[in-house]
């Protein structure tokens, strides 16, 4: 019978054919040399706030105390704030508020950055770690240290004026209202500095700068990464007189707060 060597010849192949592969195997495509890469995990957080409304009322009420003064209609415009024009807000959004009191002016302003890493070998939180190292550097924070270079001078000083030097005019605060001058220790204390404790860094930077004949206007900048979001709060006083000087510490104060109030908030 002719066909029998055929039969016998056809499943010999089709044993063999089984024998020599397995479609089920999940590493049947895994060659040797080339192993599967796995992509670096997302950040938390796939949205951002609503920035405009990501600030208290009684926490605007305190930073702008101008604003109490105002007729009822403008007192809403001014809490409301102005949103930050940005052209994609998935991934960065801001707010501006400002009010003008007799004593002085504050200006205050937050900014959310989400952090996204195209590259599949690099998380979200990496980027976003090496995003926030350059603003660090750029406030002139020595890596691991407590201090900073000075980042600022004031127009017609006689020298540089360090950004965080608590400086204030002899017996005056911003406000107008008397205060001791600052001790060693306690200037030491309000120097531009990193921070614990606030998201998974952070650091404070302190600026004091005089344009022209106005007076000087003192900038506090508290900026902090959780996951792959930054926030940046900045909040400026300039007094009325030009002879006084905002004061560092309870600007200082006022800024952490609210960046631990936002940190709180991310978290929830």
Not at 50 to 69: F, H, M, N, Y
Not at 144 to 157: L, R, Y
Not at 159 to 182: I, M, Q, R, V
Request: glycine share 8%.
């Amino acid at each position: 019978m002719a066909y029998v060597p055929g039969v016998a010849l056809l499943a010999a192949l089709v044993a063999g054919c089984s024998a020599g592969s397995d479609a089920d195997d999940p590493a049947a495509d895994s060659k040797p040399g080339s192993p599967m890469v796995t992509a670096a995990p997302p950040g938390k957080y796939r949205t951002l706030p609503e920035s405009c409304r990501a600030v208290p009322r009684s926490t605007l009420k305190d930073l702008l105390p101008g604003a109490t003064e105002l007729p009822e209609r403008q007192q809403e415009k001014v809490y409301e704030g102005t949103a930050t024009v940005t052209y994609d807000t998935d991934r960065k959004v801001g707010c501006r508020w400002s009010s003008t009191a007799p004593d002085a002016s504050r200006n205050l302003s937050i900014d959310f950055e989400r952090v996204v890493s195209y590259d599949t070998s690099v998380s979200d939180d990496d980027r976003a770690d090496e995003v926030y190292a350059k603003k660090e550097d750029a406030a002139g924070l020595a890596p691991g240290g407590t201090g900073a270079t000075p980042s600022s001078t004031v127009a017609g000083s006689p020298g540089p004026t360090p950004s965080g030097s608590p400086s204030g005019s002899p017996g005056k605060t911003g406000s107008g209202s008397p205060s001791a001058s600052p001790s060693a220790d306690t200037a030491e204390e309000l120097r531009p500095r990193l921070l614990e404790g606030l998201g998974d860094a952070a650091y404070l930077d302190d600026t004091l700068t005089r344009a022209g004949s106005t007076a000087q206007h003192r900038t506090v900048s508290v900026v902090f990464r959780t996951s792959n979001v930054i926030v940046t709060v900045q909040y400026t006083e300039q007094p009325a007189r030009v002879t006084e000087v905002p004061d560092s510490q309870e600007l200082q104060e006022k800024a952490q707060a609210l960046a631990r109030k936002l940190a709180e908030t991310l978290s929830e």
